[in-house]
Structure formats: structure tokens, C-alpha cells
């Protein structure tokens, strides 16, 4: 029998699953303190999201030589909250579910961008003021305007497919692809991307390197005027990992003009708290729940019952991030 611990909630249907097959499943937040005090030292496993954090401490704290955790999962696409060099050298295998939330993901991103560019959270606020100014909110069309992807993985294709379908043109920006798919604009430098588009979307993951990537430099380069020469202002959209958009750049950039609009789902401290972005019309934003669909959390707990199910059962999941160097 083993023993699991869920630290940021799962699906019914994936608890289900491993109580079925005879394991010990307990599901509680533990808080940073806990963890180091040895919190997970009892468990064979542990499922994170993003709430729950496994650093070097954290992991060295939850494995010793005759107990401890074997398997992180992380219930999700990004690992940016686990120390995976760690995990590795402590013979702990790291598995996520890359595919898993995919669409809900390409969904909000599309939803972002109509959001920004018809206005739509400004004028329900208005509605629900008791005003009518129909004329205060005319948008602008997304079809005719060139979309820059910075990154292009899963998600970012699959916004590219539906960006195509409302006739946008698409751009990208990835230093790692290896091709060149048909029909996309392929720029060597970043810079270029955004001089060469109205509409930005962030899909890389966070790093050193991408750390407050999106810049006031980089803002400032962004044409303001469509493909199709309408007057469309700059528009930013993020739902990939908190820290990529320099926050107080893009404050400056909405305060001058040089945005007309930013769209966060990810932000670089969560939860948001007090921060001056939430006074700016021109911003708009969802507290991290671009994969929080019933369908998505569905695909998210199955796929991770069954990756722990091979781990207990083989002591080896079928695939993860890290098990080439175990």
C-alpha cells in the first residue's frame, strides 16, 4: 500500500482511482514550516499545484535514507516550484501533465485577447454602474492584426490555430523550435517580434533568462497600429508564469498610452494582493485559473493517478521530467 499525500487538492474522480487500488491518500495543505519540520517524511508520494513549493530544502527535509518521498507530481503544466536537480540527486522522480490543460489554457489566453480589445470587463462595470456609454467603449477587431507568441509549445500552437481562425496573422519568437510551421511569421529576435505586433502573448516558461523579459524596453517597440492600419493600441496577455511581465514597466506603459490594455492571469507575487495594477482600466485580470475547467482538472487528476499507479506498483511512472538521470 502507498501512501500519498495531496497538498493542493485533486479531482474526486483521481482520488477514486488510487483508493481503488488500496493506497493511502490524505489530503492536506501543509505550509513551509511543516515541510521542514519533515511533514511529508511519512509518504511515498506527493501532488502539488503551484501553492504548495518543493526547494531544496523543502526536499532534502521530505527524504532520508529509509523514508521519504519518491514521487513529486505536480498536477499541472509548470515546475517552476520544484527544485527538480535536487529531486534527482535524492532519487525522487518529478512528473507533471503537460497535455492535460492545454485547451483550458488556450481558451482564457483567446478570451484575454477579445476581452482587452472590446472592452468587455470596462464596460460591464460601467453597465453595472447604471450607465450606458455605448459610445465610450468602441473596441477593435483581433482579425487583421499580427499576434506574437513569445514561446512556442503546446498552448502557444493552440492559440495560434484559433488566432488564425479569427484571420489574425500569427508571429512567434523560440529560440528551441526546430521547425518552421507553415504560415507563421518566424522572428530571429525578440525585438522584432514586438515592433512587428499590436497583440503579445506570453507562453515560455519562467527562468533566469526570461525573468522580467517583457520590459518597458520591449513595450515601447510595439507599433500601436494594426496590420490592417486600424488605430488598435498595444495589447499584452499572460497566462503562462508570473515574473515574465516586469509589472511596474507595464504600470508605466498603461499610465503613458504606450499600452492600451494588460491581461494577467499569473502574476510575480501570488496571491495579488494590493498591488496599483487593480486601479488601471486599461488592466484586466484572472486570479491564476486559466486551467481551473472541470474538463481540465478531470484529465489533470486522471493523468496523475495513473502515473503514480505505475510508480507504486513498478517504483518507475512511465514518463517524467527527470527519470533519464535516476
Same mark, same amino acid.
Given at each position: 500500500?502507498?501512501?500519498?499525500?495531496?497538498?493542493?487538492?485533486?479531482?474526486?474522480?483521481?482520488?477514486?482511482?488510487?483508493?481503488?487500488?488500496?493506497?493511502?491518500?490524505?489530503?492536506?495543505?501543509?505550509? /513551509?514550516?511543516?515541510?521542514?519540520?519533515?511533514?511529508?517524511?511519512?509518504?511515498?508520494?506527493?501532488?502539488?499545484?503551484?501553492?504548495?513549493?518543493?526547494? #531544496? #530544502?523543502?526536499?532534502?527535509?521530505?527524504?532520508?535514507?529509509?523514508?521519504?518521498?519518491?514521487?513529486? !507530481?505536480?498536477? !499541472?503544466?509548470?515546475?517552476?516550484?520544484?527544485?527538480?536537480?535536487?529531486?534527482?540527486?535524492?532519487?525522487?522522480?518529478?512528473?507533471?501533465?503537460?497535455?492535460?490543460?492545454?485547451?483550458?489554457?488556450?481558451? =482564457?489566453?483567446?478570451?484575454? =485577447?477579445?476581452?482587452?480589445?472590446?472592452?468587455?470587463?470596462?464596460?460591464?462595470?460601467?453597465?453595472?454602474?447604471?450607465?450606458? /456609454? #455605448?459610445? #465610450?467603449?468602441? @473596441?477593435?477587431?483581433?482579425?487583421?492584426?499580427?499576434?506574437?507568441?513569445? @514561446?512556442?509549445?503546446?498552448?502557444?500552437?493552440?492559440?495560434?490555430?484559433?488566432?488564425?481562425?479569427?484571420?489574425?496573422?500569427?508571429?512567434?519568437?523560440?529560440?528551441?523550435?526546430?521547425?518552421?510551421?507553415?504560415?507563421?511569421?518566424?522572428?530571429?529576435?525578440? /525585438?522584432?517580434?514586438?515592433?512587428? +505586433?499590436?497583440?503579445?502573448?506570453?507562453? +515560455?516558461?519562467?527562468? /533566469?533568462?526570461?525573468?522580467?523579459?517583457?520590459?518597458?524596453?520591449?513595450?515601447?517597440?510595439?507599433?500601436?497600429?494594426?496590420?490592417? !492600419?486600424?488605430?488598435?493600441?498595444?495589447?499584452?496577455?499572460?497566462?503562462?508564469?508570473?515574473?515574465?511581465?516586469?509589472?511596474?514597466?507595464?504600470?508605466?506603459? =498603461?499610465?503613458?498610452?504606450?499600452?492600451?490594455? =494588460?491581461?494577467?492571469?499569473?502574476?510575480?507575487?501570488?496571491?495579488?494582493?494590493?498591488?496599483?495594477?487593480?486601479?488601471?482600466?486599461?488592466?484586466?485580470?484572472?486570479?491564476?485559473?486559466?486551467?481551473?475547467?472541470?474538463?481540465?482538472?478531470?484529465?489533470?487528476?486522471?493523468?496523475?493517478?495513473?502515473?503514480?499507479?505505475?510508480?507504486?506498483?513498478?517504483?518507475?511512472?512511465?514518463?517524467?521530467?527527470? @527519470?533519464?538521470?535516476?
Amino acid at each position: 500500500m502507498g501512501r500519498i499525500a495531496i497538498t493542493d487538492g485533486m479531482s474526486e474522480k483521481a482520488v477514486s482511482i488510487l483508493l481503488k487500488a488500496g493506497h493511502s491518500v490524505q489530503q492536506e495543505h501543509y505550509s /513551509e514550516d511543516q515541510i521542514l519540520q519533515g511533514a511529508l517524511l511519512d509518504y511515498d508520494a506527493v501532488v502539488i499545484r503551484s501553492a504548495t513549493k518543493l526547494f #531544496k #530544502k523543502e526536499i532534502e527535509a521530505s527524504s532520508s535514507i529509509n523514508r521519504g518521498i519518491g514521487f513529486i !507530481g505536480r498536477a !499541472g503544466v509548470g515546475v517552476d516550484n520544484i527544485d527538480i536537480e535536487t529531486a534527482t540527486n535524492h532519487g525522487i522522480y518529478v512528473c507533471n501533465t503537460p497535455t492535460a490543460s492545454t485547451r483550458s489554457v488556450v481558451e =482564457l489566453t483567446i478570451g484575454h =485577447l477579445i476581452a482587452s480589445s472590446r472592452h468587455i470587463t470596462s464596460a460591464d462595470k460601467s453597465l453595472k454602474g447604471g450607465l450606458w /456609454e #455605448k459610445k #465610450k467603449f468602441r @473596441g477593435t477587431e483581433i482579425g487583421g492584426k499580427n499576434l506574437g507568441l513569445i @514561446g512556442f509549445g503546446r498552448i502557444a500552437r493552440g492559440v495560434a490555430n484559433v488566432a488564425i481562425a479569427f484571420g489574425m496573422e500569427v508571429h512567434i519568437f523560440d529560440p528551441f523550435i526546430s521547425d518552421t510551421p507553415e504560415g507563421i511569421v518566424v522572428h530571429e529576435n525578440i /525585438e522584432d517580434l514586438f515592433s512587428s +505586433c499590436t497583440h503579445i502573448s506570453i507562453h +515560455c516558461n519562467l527562468s /533566469e533568462e526570461t525573468k522580467n523579459l517583457v520590459s518597458l524596453n520591449l513595450i515601447s517597440l510595439m507599433p500601436g497600429i494594426g496590420a490592417d !492600419g486600424v488605430e488598435c493600441g498595444n495589447h499584452i496577455v499572460s497566462c503562462a508564469r508570473g515574473g515574465i511581465v516586469e509589472e511596474n514597466d507595464a504600470l508605466e506603459a =498603461l499610465d503613458s498610452g504606450i499600452l492600451a490594455s =494588460l491581461a494577467l492571469d499569473v502574476f510575480e507575487n501570488e496571491p495579488l494582493g494590493d498591488s496599483p495594477l487593480l486601479s488601471r482600466i486599461g488592466f484586466h485580470g484572472t486570479p491564476h485559473i486559466a486551467a481551473s475547467t472541470m474538463e481540465a482538472q478531470s484529465r489533470v487528476g486522471t493523468e496523475m493517478a495513473n502515473l503514480l499507479l505505475e510508480f507504486l506498483d513498478s517504483g518507475k511512472p512511465g514518463a517524467s521530467l527527470n @527519470g533519464m538521470q535516476i
